[in-house]
């Protein structure tokens, strides 16, 4: 059971948006940055969002997110097929002392 | 560009030790601002973050691997390494090499290692 919960799967259509959230504790998300990270089949997850919100560079402006209370969200505007990938949220979480993922989120376009 | 690459054996048998290493090129190990570490995924699902190790040795784990795993640098190769102990079917997993710094989680990442344990 992994420290950070997201919904195994979401969908929408092209063009649209999409929202992929990731719930925590006070001990995580609470009170710690969050961080997504898209995985492509057969490759290394790649950094989408670090420190809640902030893209690095060569990330397209269509990935945002934002963090409120032990929540936290990852919003995809204009959906695109090669949108189509697992998403994962992490983050640091002070009880456990450990980096901790969320389980993951695979989105489709459909 | 920072590139980071995986190296390793594919199989291990079980109870036997992983040794992996991660060779870091296009920048320095001994950079002020990095840390190096290790995430694994085993087939079909999620990732776990293993170890963290900086430049000057000092060391971070899972709490739940820090029994069995040993993260270690070497500065004069730009070479990080990664052994684990006791291996078992459990342990069969896909292993990435990385890069944290003061400002992020892992942003670079190397292009994976499957391991698998088997007899």
């Known amino acids: 059971q992994s420290a950070l919960t997201q919904a195994p799967s979401a969908s929408g259509a092209p063009g649209h948006r999409v929202t992929i959230s990731c719930s925590g504790t006070?001990?995580?998300?609470?009170?710690?940055?969050v961080y997504w990270y898209q995985q492509l089949p057969g490759t290394a997850p790649k950094l989408l969002l670090y420190?809640?919100?902030q893209r690095p560079s060569g990330v397209p402006g269509r990935f945002s997110g934002s963090k409120s209370g032990t929540s936290a969200s990852l919003a995809i505007s204009g959906l695109r097929s090669e949108d189509e990938a697992d998403y994962y949220c992490?983050?640091?979480?002070?009880?456990?002392?450990?980096?901790?993922f969320g389980g993951g989120t695979k989105l489709t376009v459909l | 560009q920072l590139q980071l690459q995986e190296s390793g054996p594919a199989l291990v048998k079980p109870l036997e030790t992983l040794a992996l290493t991660c060779a870091v090129s296009g920048g320095s190990i001994s950079s002020s601002d990095s840390y190096w570490g290790w995430v694994r995924q085993p087939p079909g699902r999620g990732l776990e973050w293993i170890a963290t190790v900086y430049y000057d040795g000092r060391t971070s784990y899972n709490p739940s691997l820090r029994s069995r795993a040993t993260i270690s640098v070497d500065t004069t190769t730009d070479h990080f390494s990664l052994r684990m102990r006791s291996m078992t079917a459990a342990d069969t997993a896909v292993y990435f090499c990385?890069?944290?710094?003061?400002?992020?989680?892992?942003?670079?990442w190397g292009q994976g290692r499957l391991v698998t344990v088997s007899s």
């Open positions: 420190r809640n919100d």
């Open positions: 992490a983050g640091w979480d002070d009880s456990l002392r450990n980096w901790v």
């Open positions: 990385g890069r944290m710094t003061t400002e992020t989680f892992f942003d670079y």
């Open positions: 006070n001990s995580n998300i609470g009170s710690n940055y």
